[in-house]
């Protein structure tokens, strides 16, 4: 069985499936080349599916709050502007994006944000923001504080705590220089971690253990058969 955190790897276990029977690959961060003097985008800004568990109820809430911030939502137009509603004017709707169109929505990041209020698996608008040298600050739950090490890589907050987010984006917003810091710190990371090349390694060699662990099990069957 593979799983992506420590967290899911848990979960497994207390179902009752065996620990030797469990790996951990996390997602992959893509590709992507940054230049060293890259700049801090203009926006606190949300990628991602524009529905309840994902928090995005929770990150407007926050907008209200800080209202002299400026906010992008990347996701359903037509489902961002129901949820805005006329009542956040500090908050810009850039609707779905793809490809390079996407890239260039980090790009304008000061910071992303991802307040899910519900577990998640390893989210790829986190693995992709750090390797796009984005300060992240995301939910402290399931296994996303695996991911953004609070202090350093970004900020964690209390799942559903609008208030406690807000906090932590104007304190965010206020040190361009930390968000650099931990911008870089989270690239470093994703590639030392979430590389394609790290993650083949680690792949190949889960299928190592688990062919290992096929062919102890038929040595045991055909013990058994003989005896």
């Given at each position: 069985f593979i799983v992506q955190t420590e967290f899911q790897k848990a979960k497994f276990i207390n179902s009752g499936i065996a620990e030797e029977r469990i790996e951990i690959l996390p997602g992959i961060a893509p590709r992507s080349e940054t230049s060293l003097d890259h700049e801090l985008g203009d926006f606190v800004t949300y990628i991602g599916r524009i529905s309840p568990e994902k928090g995005i109820d929770v990150f407007l809430h926050a907008a209200k709050t800080v209202s002299q911030v400026p906010f992008a939502v990347v996701g359903n137009h037509a489902e961002s502007r129901r949820r805005l509603d006329g009542s956040c004017t500090n908050v810009t709707s850039l609707g779905f994006l793809r490809g390079d169109a996407l890239m260039h929505a980090y790009r304008r990041a000061r910071f992303v944000v991802a307040p899910s209020i519900w577990y998640e698996g390893f989210p790829n608008v986190i693995a992709t923001a750090m390797i796009m040298r984005n300060a992240v600050i995301s939910s402290r739950i399931g296994g996303i504080p695996e991911i953004v090490d609070d202090g350093v890589t970004g900020l964690l907050c209390e799942p559903g705590n609008a208030q406690d987010l807000?906090?932590?984006?104007?304190?965010?917003?206020?040190?361009?220089?930390?968000?650099?810091?931990?911008?870089?710190?989270?690239?470093?990371?994703?590639?030392?971690?979430?590389?394609?090349?790290?993650?083949?390694?680690?792949?190949?060699?889960?299928?190592?253990?688990?062919?290992?662990?096929?062919?102890?099990?038929?040595?045991?069957r055909c013990a058994t058969e003989l005896t």
């Open positions: 807000a906090q932590k984006i104007q304190y965010l917003w206020d040190r361009p220089e930390l968000c650099k810091q931990m911008g870089q710190a989270g690239r470093e990371k994703a590639l030392r971690e979430y590389s394609p090349e790290k993650c083949y390694e680690r792949l190949i060699a889960i299928y190592q253990k688990a062919n290992i662990l096929a062919r102890r099990a038929a040595v045991m």
